[in-house]
């Protein structure tokens, strides 16, 4: 059993400077009723903790190592180009050769613009659709998280698609009522709110495998009914692919349902593990940003050469390795064997992956959508978790969070997590 002395110490130091005592509030783990985890330093698979305790990662810094912690090549880019500076605040041929890569990989994208964060990249893509279309409303769906931005923190009442009211206080509902929220997987439901408000939809934003909810593919007649409709509108579908994106497959998810959405929104991988956030689409909608056109979008740090450096060389590697069907295969052991271990003592549980991202549930029938998600067994899930973290296992700390598994991730870590998995179950949850 780990010894979490200093985590608890650090935490509650933390919580006199911070709210809540961190900087997102996922990793304070009330959703597991925990302590935070506080960590120094990370290799490979393994991350390791203020108290020198070591766990196997299958978080991954939410997606982007998937070459491992600390890849020496990555490393690398970034000590080289450390030496060269942090960031100019100007043009570097970084951004370009990146953009490239991701373009190679990503035929829907014609054109792309380098921004900071996930939320910088969906907030300037929504921003961007109102633009090109001079239209106001945004469909979105129940359990999709699309960042902070104050029109998409959404949801929709009681299975039923409805003008949305904010999650948030600080959300003007007048900003809120510009954003109708569906079940995810749900037509039915989708195509009540579409005829409501086609006549003036901006846009669809999507996740296509959503990962906020656990780990939940949507269905391929779900976006190609999307697909359609946002086309007989002249409306924008807006992939959100900040998790999926260089994850699921060097393409993303649209690769893998072979549907081209109007704009990506991307993230993680393409910061190697730096800040970073990228969105991208059609040349003509792209061109409506300045300085071409009269939509507005700037940073200081997009396209920070660090980050570039980072992203850069990830990519390449991904190029190169394409360990998509390798990750998925170890994904795939990993889970089945866990349900096995869950099945022989009658524990309901269920999951999924695509290349290396994953979910598991405590329900017996593979959830489809949020609402399915949240009737998932919470106690039994609090208490694998904790149970897991205390013996050198770290799984994302909610029901609601997909995991990820690396190149770097041998029969070894699949092994030992195995066994762990079956010495908890032993005792019962």
Partial sequence: ??????????????????????????????????????????????????????YIDYIGSWGPMIMGHSNPQIVKAISKQLELGTSYGAPTSLESKTAQLIKKCMPSIEKIRMVNSGTEATMSAIRLARGFTNK??????DGCYHGHVDSLLVKAGSGVSTFGLPD?????????????SCEFNNEKDFLKAYKKVKNDLAAIIIEPIAGNMGFIPAKKTFLKLLRKKTKESNSILIFDEVMTGFRVSLGGAQEIYGIKPDITALGKVIGGGLPVGAFG???????????????????????????MAAGHELIKMLIKNNPYDLLENKASILLSEMKNIFDKKGVPFSTNQIGGMFGFFF?????????????????????????????????APSKFEAGFISTKHT???????????????????
């Fill in 363 to 395: 329900s017996k029938k593979l959830p489809r959508n949020f609402n399915e998600v949240a009737a998932t067994n919470d106690m039994h899930f609090k208490n694998f978790l904790n149970s897991c973290i205390n013996h050198g296992i770290y799984f």
């Fill in 281 to 307: 689409g059609k040349e003509e909608i792209m061109n409506c940003l300045a300085p071409n056109g009269p939509v507005y979008q700037a940073g200081t740090l997009s396209g920070n050469p660090l980050a």
């Fill in 1 to 54: 059993m780990n010894n979490i002395k200093k985590s608890i110490k650090l935490f509650e130091e933390a919580k006199l400077h911070m709210p809540g005592g961190v900087n997102s509030p996922v990793r304070a783990f009330k959703n597991i009723d925990g302590n935070p985890i506080f960590f120094k330093k990370a290799k490979g698979a393994y991350v390791y903790d203020a108290d020198d305790n070591k």
């Fill in 411 to 429: 029969n070894k870590e699949i092994n030992t997590t195995i066994k762990v998995v079956k010495k908890i179950l032993s005792k019962g949850l």
């Fill in 168 to 180: 948030s206080p600080g959300v003007p509902s007048q900003l809120a009522k510009q954003t109708i």
């Fill in 136 to 141: 106001n409303k945004i469909i979105k769906f």
